[in-house]
């Protein structure tokens, strides 16, 4: 689990392209901290460190992940955002992010906004069906407030410390970058739906049965005043 807070920008220095998928190497000095088959968030993508030395760290990146995030399109030379797993002990500066990528979306604008700077994505309606204003969306991997959202985008601004130690910084109109939702509301839609399934599978059962739809619990005078 991670909370995007990234701890770095790692600098791939190789790719290793082949049917079965792509290896990695990052340059980074948390690689000093991570062993073989440790997990590190790679632009928001959980990754499994097949090796690691002090300065670089070499990752298996499967098709299945190719084909849903955006690191199908890193190259050699190209930034990162890395950040290790949260620790019990750690402060959960950020959201509760898994390094499960929702979508991809595209940096459709950037603008400045006093000394923050205001980027618009466009996404996929699947992750903006989560999304809401003031809630928090990772976008590569870094823990973000949603400025604000309609039907074809989300907007996020980005304060300069951001934009110094993230990627995010050097973002422009075109770009792809990884979105994960929050999850909360995934289970939130989940638990609603369920409830709400429950409920007519009750009635269609009862109605077949010929007793008639599920009758309603009479409210209480308690919850009336409550």
Do not use: W
């Amino acid at each position: 689990m991670f909370t995007g807070i990234v701890k770095g920008i790692g600098l791939v220095e190789n790719v290793e392209s082949s049917a079965d998928g792509v290896r990695i190497t990052v340059a980074t000095p948390l690689a000093g901290e991570l062993g073989a088959g440790d997990s590190i968030a790679v632009n928001g993508v959980c990754l499994t460190a097949a090796s690691a030395t002090d300065g670089a760290f070499v990752a298996e990146v499967m098709n299945e992940t190719l084909a849903k995030t955006s690191l199908s399109g890193v190259g050699t030379e190209a930034e990162v955002n890395l950040e290790l797993p949260l620790r019990a002990s750690d402060r959960l500066g950020g959201h509760v992010v898994q390094g499960h990528v929702d979508g991809v979306g595209v940096v459709a604008g950037v603008r400045e906004d006093g000394f923050a700077r205001r980027v618009t994505i466009e996404a996929p309606g699947q992750v903006l069906r989560y999304v809401v204003e003031k809630g928090s969306v990772a976008i590569d991997g870094v823990s973000l407030t949603v400025v604000s959202v309609d039907e074809a985008s989300l907007e996020v601004s980005l304060i300069p410390e951001t934009l110094e130690r993230t990627s995010l910084g050097r973002a422009r109109p075109g770009a792809r970058v990884n979105l994960e939702v929050d999850l909360i509301a995934k289970y939130v839609e989940k638990a609603v739906l369920g409830a709400a399934f429950g409920e007519l599978n009750r009635d269609r059962h009862n109605q077949e049965e010929g007793s008639g739809p599920t009758p309603k619990r009479p409210v209480t005078r308690m919850e009336a005043a409550g």
